[in-house]
């Protein structure tokens, strides 16, 4: 699962629900769900660029089957709640190091959402 900005015109009216002060302009937000053995395009959701990744994965109720893995990127801390079977990179723990074993996790988790990243460019 990922998200993509895509830029649009300055709405006339509201704006401020199109606006998205870390990026400074006025996108659309696409969430995509895809199958990385057959990068088929499952499940597509849409709203504003002001909208955070993981909040636009509660409102566009998305729900896997609780065998089903998904890879996610960071923008999606918290998403254990709701699926068991996610997996998103291991955060450095305050004032310490990742472990070789979590950094190679990480490394992995990068080359197996390569595809859908590839696959949410197209």
Do not use: W
Request: hydrophobic letters at 30%.
């Amino acid at each position: 699962m990922d998200v993509t900005e895509s830029p649009i015109e300055r709405p006339k009216y509201g704006q401020k629900l199109f606006f998205s002060g870390k990026q400074k302009r006025h996108p659309l937000k696409s969430q995509f769900v895809i199958d990385l053995e057959t990068l088929q395009v499952l499940c597509v959701f849409n709203d504003s660029g002001r909208r955070h990744d993981f909040k636009l994965f509660i409102h566009s109720k998305v729900r896997f089957h609780p065998e089903t893995e998904s890879l996610e990127d960071s923008g999606y801390q918290g998403i254990a709640k709701f699926h068991a079977n996610s997996h998103i990179p291991k955060k450095k723990p305050k004032g310490g190091k990742l472990t070789k074993e979590q950094k190679q996790f990480n490394r992995d988790l990068a080359t197996l959402t390569l595809g859908q990243r590839a696959m949410v460019c197209k």
